[in-house]
């Protein structure tokens, strides 16, 4: 099947695709972005358990297949008596994974805030949520602009997971098992998710750069 008579019988199920990958990225990068900070904020506090669990956090979903978390979400948890949907489960394991590598990029950012800095906070009186409130965390997140922007493409390449269960309606990498199935679309039905994520990778780093321009701090 050519590209022409693809997109004339399918050209509507993939922009309902696209969609869906976009709203399945977007919720799991908010909650990417939340996490990341919590954890990091975990690891980098003076409570010696917390540092621990925020370590061990970062270290256990930063190594574990997407796959591999992706099946435990849908397979074992049910056996705990936690039964998601498979849309929550996408979700969930893309947030596990995101917020690790997250925690990593904050973790880079408050690294090139000076030491200075933070013993002047402290000689001033400031608690130690007051300096992550008021000097490490609006530092951080305006350091970790670009590697943030990666981290956003990255969340909504992994969103691609959906295609290892039913979705519906399916988002881009889960179309082509759709699509294949019902007809002989070929490379041609990859070609054309590829490039719904290409451009939409594409955008998201034109934005990040222009925002990384705009609260990049100069040093």
């Not at 309902?16 to 799991?28: F, R």
């Not at 690891?43 to 796959?67: S, T």
């Not at 849908?74 to 936690?82: H, N």
């Not at 290892?164 to 294949?180: A, H, K, R």
């Amino acid at each position: 099947m050519g590209f022409a008579e693809l997109w004339k019988t399918y050209g509507g199920d993939y922009l309902v695709a696209l969609l869906t990958t976009w709203q399945l990225t977007a919720i799991s990068f908010v909650f990417v972005m939340i996490l990341s900070v919590l954890v990091t904020v975990m690891r980098v506090c003076p409570i010696k358990p917390l540092r621990v669990v925020g370590d061990v956090y970062v270290q256990i979903f930063r190594n574990i297949p997407g796959v591999s978390l992706l099946i435990i979400c849908v397979y074992a948890l049910p056996f705990l008596k936690v039964l998601l949907d498979y849309r929550t489960c996408v979700i969930v394991t893309t947030i596990l994974l995101g917020s690790a590598f997250g925690s990593e990029n904050f973790m880079s950012g408050i690294n090139t805030i000076g030491v200075g800095q933070i013993e002047a906070a402290r000689s001033l009186g400031l608690t130690f949520t007051q300096i992550l409130r008021k000097i490490v965390i609006p530092q951080a997140l305006r350091s970790a602009v670009l590697p943030m922007t990666n981290l956003l493409i990255a969340v909504m390449l992994t969103t691609a997971l959906g295609s290892q269960v039913p979705l519906s309606p399916p988002e881009l990498t889960g179309l082509v098992s759709v699509i294949n199935t019902q007809v002989s679309g070929g490379i041609t039905t990859f070609f054309i998710s590829a490039l719904g994520y290409a451009l939409s990778a594409l955008a998201i780093g034109y934005v990040g750069n222009a925002i990384d321009k705009r609260v990049r701090i100069l040093r």
